[in-house]
């Protein structure tokens, strides 16, 4: 059994900070690539950013150079470090891993999803 658990959201002003945390617990060997993803109302779920196990990183282009997205491979735990926040970022942020759980099988698991709201 494996689970995700998101914290971090919360309403905030813009130009303000937030951060995200996604921690894995579980059966797990090992985790692969990792990513968060939003969806604001009335609007398709997106990619936010997005990394590698080596380290690689991808952004959307309405986050970069505002958002970084990181990993602890030893915690199994993925983080999203939000500035200069905007009303246009406000969302439901979902984190998405994909997991090894047992030799040659490799599983994709969703975070509950956590609420980031930005005021004007």
């Known amino acids: 059994q494996v689970q995700l658990v998101e914290s971090g959201g919360g309403l905030v002003q813009a130009g303000g900070s937030l951060r995200l945390s996604c921690a894995a617990s579980g059966r797990i060997i090992n985790s692969d690539a990792m990513g968060w993803y939003r969806q604001a109302p009335g609007k398709q779920r997106e990619l936010v950013a997005d990394?590698?196990?080596?380290?690689?990183?991808n952004y959307a282009d309405s986050v970069k150079g505002r958002f970084t997205i990181s990993r602890d491979n030893a915690k199994n735990t993925l983080y999203l470090q939000m500035n200069s926040l905007k009303p246009e970022d406000t969302a439901v942020y979902y984190c998405?891993?994909?997991?090894?759980?047992?030799?040659?099988?490799?599983?994709?698991?969703w975070g509950q999803g956590t609420q980031v709201t930005v005021s004007s």
């Open positions: 990394i590698t196990s080596g380290g690689n990183t």
């Open positions: 998405h891993i994909k997991l090894w759980v047992v030799p040659g099988l490799r599983n994709d698991y």
